[in-house]
């Protein structure tokens, strides 16, 4: 069983930066792809970005929509998978999402998932 406990969400003008953390525990967190998400209500859940790797090579994937703009990170020794989020827009608010147990851009394909941490973009 894992645990995702998401945080660093809140409100911010538009063009400015937050850092989205994502703590991990539960099984062993360095063999796991890590995943962000985000929803909007009335909308089905999106990919952001995502981050695994095998052996020396670290595979990171975007969003078009994000591309240049957001950095997805992971500290292994904290547990921890890191989304930071630069030259916001109002069109990235929504509800941020952590997930893990699963590797690829599709909500299915992932097993675990946090409570969400909500970012709000004001223009």
């Known amino acids: 069983q894992v645990q995702l406990v998401e945080s660093g969400g809140g409100l911010v003008q538009a063009g400015g930066s937050l850092r989205l953390s994502c703590a991990a525990s539960?099984?062993?967190?360095?063999?796991?792809?890590m995943g962000w998400f985000r929803q909007v209500p009335g909308k089905e859940r999106e990919f952001v970005a995502s981050?695994?790797?095998?052996?020396?090579?670290?595979?990171?994937a975007y969003a078009d929509s994000v591309k240049g703009r957001f950095t997805i990170s992971r500290d292994n020794a904290k547990n921890t998978v890191y989304l930071q989020l630069n030259t916001l827009k109002p069109e990235d608010t929504a509800v941020y999402y952590c997930a893990s147990g699963g590797w690829g851009q599709e909500p299915h394909e992932y097993n675990y998932w946090g409570q969400g941490t909500q970012v709000t973009v004001s223009s």
């Open positions: 539960g099984r062993t967190f360095s063999k796991s792809a």
């Open positions: 981050i695994n790797w095998w052996g020396t090579n670290t595979y990171i």
